[in-house]
């Protein structure tokens, strides 16, 4: 398969830009050595963070991050016309290993809003219209060897949610969290992770081909703490989820995986920001998808962010698509603005690459039949990102889930 | 004794301005233990007689027939040719990225034999087949043909070969990009394969040079979409001194 860059039915574009040291926003925040801490800024988002959707005018698409999400599917999410009616039902089922807590609170308790605020208006909407949030628990130096587990099943009509996952200092744990139903869904997830502490966050995607699910997803990541994010899309009519991460205090790693399969009129949308501002991180971002049929659409924008301050930075990106009929579509954009040149190493890449006729024929030509040659080539295209996850069950939970799209759609 | 027979085989392509025959009415019979070298200058149509075969959905077979032991080959899907022991070594073998060297070659070993084959034994039998070839076992763990040398591609199609053990062999250019070093190797595979006796070779080839290591039974002249000459090893060395002038000069030469 050769990796084109700028084919037909896919765009791909790239920027780094390298900013004079200690240029542009007064930074502020742990390790900057200023008192205050305040939100980041994106490279390319022009409106401030706010927890009121009133902050936030109504999108009209032509805004850059708002520009390939087809709004008028949205059902109202962007607009204040969902919150009108939020009378939506999810089933949620927690599985809760011993010493993890998990309680519904309300929109003022303390422990909420700690990892940053929305920064797009469905986030400000999420934040301003939830009821309940759940908060979950992690005590400190507790090493967990099960999963938890939070299953939640939509059961139609439009609803907001708030999720803290609060890892508290030294402590371990892998937090899945499962999302199957239906229904019209913003949330914001924050994710705490303490120093010193790992949290694996997996967020699979597995809705109803009817579903709309629009997530923030907030990390502040502790001094040498170390956050894994799984971001797992398959099921939906539109998804689009939000990965952020900010460090606390230096040391602290963030590798953010992604993978998804993007059907037959489907909208997955994938963007990541890393705001790197304090020194001595590291991140790093490998997402994969895989599109069949047509107006099948993925879009994957990471910016990375090194600011003036974050000195001994270590950040890589990369996108991968693997088209495998006519008719898709893929936008994938890496962004990378460097404002300090005192840094172990920063790069992008991104690639998308059509299963084509040729490649038919050659696995064909071996006595492959055409449908397990497109299965052989989709399995070996995620099989190295599935086994970076490190966590056997769900490694192999998604495996036949590939399988299974597979079988439905090849 | 398995045995392909080519009867009046016309093959066209999509042009821009319609359709454009390529194959003129070839007729060949190629049978197990034979080996066939097929010449002929650029253009002559040489090689769209090996995808032909092979099932290539770029090109349509007008008129003609192919069968394999009676059967009928150009009802076949490609898959099911290979399965029925057609094997295609090609010019330009494509990647498969994110597939690996010993993943395919198993999966495509037990789509031929009908058969996933015993783990222990395969290994083994991979191993061989790969040192027989001078190739590193590291070889194994690359994605299929991902930034393989041009020395690489063909040992890896001719490794194919040893192991899919088809009726019938067509291989395209095999000869073409490999060193003196690489082709030798490459040529002493085809005939550990030709002289188990059950494959009938079809060498398809411009130069004469990979004829020094493999002793075809008969050469076959290619010109303006068929065969135009037949004779024995001699003819390649007829070949080898005139050149194709005597047989392009008047022909069409697509």
Not at chain 1, 51 to 68: K, M, Q, S
Not at chain 1, 376 to 384: I, M, W
């Amino acid at each position: 398969m050769a990796d084109v860059n700028n084919s037909t039915g896919s765009t791909t574009a790239g920027s780094i830009e390298v900013g004079t040291s200690g240029a542009g926003e007064k930074l502020a925040g742990p390790g900057t050595g200023r008192a205050s801490v305040q939100q980041p800024i994106d490279a390319r988002v022009t409106v401030k963070p706010s927890y009121d959707v009133n902050d936030f005018p109504v999108p009209t698409g032509r805004e850059e991050d708002w520009r390939f999400t087809p709004l008028h599917r949205l059902a109202g999410l962007h607009d204040g016309t969902a919150a009108a009616n939020a009378s939506g039902v999810d089933k949620v089922e927690l599985g809760l290993p011993d010493g993890v807590t998990a309680e519904q609170v309300g929109r003022d308790d303390d422990r909420l809003g700690k990892a940053g605020k929305p920064v797009d208006r469905v986030a400000a909407q999420a934040y301003s219209s939830f009821e309940q949030a759940l908060v979950v628990t992690v005590p400190k130096e507790t090493v967990l060897t099960e999963p938890v587990k939070i299953d939640v099943h939509g059961e139609g009509g439009t609803r907001f949610a708030h999720v803290v996952i609060d890892v508290k200092p030294f402590a371990e744990a892998v937090v899945v969290i499962n999302h199957t139903g239906t229904g019209t869904r913003a949330a914001n997830v924050e994710l705490l992770v303490g120093d010193g502490a790992k949290l694996t966050f997996v967020s699979v995607q597995d809705w109803d081909r009817d579903a709309v699910h629009i997530a923030q997803q907030t990390a502040l990541v502790g001094r040498d703490a170390s956050l894994k994010s799984v971001v797992v899309t398959f099921g939906g009519d539109v998804v689009r989820i939000h990965p952020r991460v900010t460090y606390a205090a230096p040391g602290g790693e963030a590798d953010l995986f992604g993978l998804y399969f993007a059907d037959a009129g489907q909208h997955l949308e994938h963007r990541l920001v890393i705001d790197h501002d304090t020194p001595h991180c590291r991140s790093n971002v490998v997402y994969k998808g895989a599109l069949q049929g047509k107006d099948a659409h993925a879009v994957w924008v990471g910016d990375v962010l090194i600011r003036a301050a974050a000195e001994g930075t270590d950040t890589y990106e990369h996108n991968r698509n693997l088209v495998l009929t006519d008719g898709a579509r893929v936008d994938s954009i890496p962004n990378l603005e460097i404002e300090t040149g005192e840094i172990v190493g920063a790069g992008h890449a991104s690639a998308t690459g059509r299963f084509d006729d040729e490649q038919l024929f050659y696995l064909q030509a071996r006595g492959i039949p055409a449908e397990e040659a497109r299965r052989l080539v989709v399995r070996g295209f995620f099989a190295e990102l599935v086994q970076q996850i490190g966590v056997a069950e769900i490694q192999d939970h998604l495996l036949e889930k590939i399988e299974a799209e597979l079988e439905a759609n090849v | 004794m398995a045995t392909l027979e080519i009867r009046d085989l016309h093959v066209s392509v999509e042009a821009e301005n319609g359709p454009r025959e390529i194959l003129r009415g070839v007729d060949l019979t190629v049978k197990q233990g034979e080996t066939h070298a097929i010449m002929g200058p650029n253009g002559s149509g040489k090689s769209t007689l090996a995808y032909s075969l092979a099932g290539h959905p770029k090109y349509t077979v007008t008129s003609g027939s192919v069968l394999l032991d009676g059967e009928n080959v150009l009802d076949m899907t490609v898959d099911e040719r290979a399965r029925a022991g057609v094997f295609l070594a090609m010019q330009y073998p494509v990647e498969v990225p994110g597939v690996s060297v010993s993943n395919f070659l198993r999966t495509a070993a037990t789509a031929v034999r009908g058969e996933a084959p015993k783990l222990r034994l395969w290994v083994k039998e991979v191993k061989e087949a790969m040192a027989a070839l001078h190739m590193d076992p590291a070889f194994a763990e690359r994605n299929v043909n991902e930034g393989f040398s041009g020395g690489e591609k063909k040992r890896h199609e001719i490794l194919q070969l040893e192991l899919l053990k088809p009726k019938i062999a067509i291989l395209d250019e095999t000869d073409s990009g490999l060193d003196v070093d690489a082709l030798r190797q490459v040529s002493e595979g085809i005939n550990r394969v030709a002289s188990s006796g059950e494959v009938g070779t079809l060498l398809v080839t411009h130069y004469t040079r990979i004829l020094k290591y493999i002793k075809p039974d008969y050469v076959h002249v290619f010109s303006a979409g068929r065969i135009v000459e037949s004779g024995g090893a001699e003819l390649a060395d007829k070949l080898e001194n005139e050149g194709y002038a005597s047989y392009v000069k008047g022909g069409a030469s697509e």
